[in-house]
């Protein structure tokens, strides 16, 4: 007797066991993080060629750098297999597939634990200066964890079904390990970004102004952003004035920095651990021709004058050079000029 269409499609299997909402997901997410990774290994590659900056673990990148690029190659190389078994008919089921459902998860709820964490118990979160609700940016993050805790469940359901109890407990053993480096990590950034209980971190707005003598006159003045530890002993003042336009450079910057908190590269400090660094235009430019400077201090620099937190004046002279392609700075003697700063810390 002939079956009919409709008992056929009854019975036929849809392809993909109903994995649908898994497969969209771990395809794009892992889609995102294997791009990223990419794009990280493709400018290191470059840089390399180029000549690495001074200072960092690798070609000028300290290892905090490093974990961003590298946890979204592990995503890239965990999700997309994971989507690519689910889709098959039926979903093929493995070890691969439960680290992959456990770490869909992890990767939703990572930002949501960086904006907490960042945020330091407040209830506002700066971004580029303009005060944002805590609360409304966790809320964006809401509906991705949703769909990965979804798509975790739909392939617990499916392996539950399927009597595939490895794969649970793989996603267990996942769960446990991704808990405890994310512990681990925790601890290394808290502890590298002070870690211990203290004065509370300062920010605020102030003014820079700031006159450079040398083949190029400058005379910049304007707002500046100032932070402080708490301790007035680790602060930095900053100002960037991208407009500026001074001979053939486009672009201001200065930082001045003040202990080992702040700092910026691994360059062998002053005694009194008061650090500059002023760059015109773009340091490095591929172009000669386009090329800035990228001036810094040194033991061998002359700064004079007073600085803290809240206030500052001073002449240096005898900076040296950051040179494109790397290596360590080179004296120069063709600049000198003053630096003076406000910054309110009540």
Known sequence: MLESKQDRGLTTPRRGGGMGPAVAYYRIVGGFGAALGAWFVLSLVREMGDGCPPGGAVCGHSLLELIPPFVASVVGLTLLPTARRLRADPPRLGPLVGIGA???VAVAVLPIVLIVWAAAGSGEFNIFGSKVSTVGLVVLFVPPLLWALWSAVIVARYAHRRGQLRVLAMAGGAAALIAVLGSQLAGMVGGQSGGQSGPAE?????????????????????????????????????????????????????????????????????????????????????????????????????????????????????????????????????????????????
């Not at 910057?253 to 700092?263: K, M, Q, R, S």
């Not at 090329?291 to 810094?296: A, K, N, P």
């Open 102 to 104: 456990v770490g869909g």
């Open 202 to 346: 300062i920010s605020s707005a102030g003014t820079m102004t700031v006159r450079l003598e040398g083949p190029v006159q400058v005379s910049d003045s304007g707002e500046a952003g100032c932070t402080d530890d708490g301790s007035g002993e680790q602060w930095f003042v900053a100002r960037e004035d991208p407009e500026a336009s001074y001979g053939r450079f486009s672009g201001v910057y200065v930082t001045v920095t003040a202990g080992e908190a702040f700092a910026a590269s691994e360059r062998e400090p002053r005694d009194d651990a008061l650090a500059l660094e002023i760059m015109l235009g773009n340091a490095y430019a591929d172009e000669e021709r386009d090329r800035g400077v990228d001036l810094v201090s040194t033991r061998d620099s002359v700064i004079e004058g007073r600085w803290g937190p809240a206030s500052g004046e001073l002449r240096f002279a005898k900076l040296s050079e950051l040179r494109y392609g790397g290596g360590p700075p080179v004296l120069t003697t063709e600049w000198e000029g003053t630096i003076e700063w406000t910054c309110p810390m009540d």
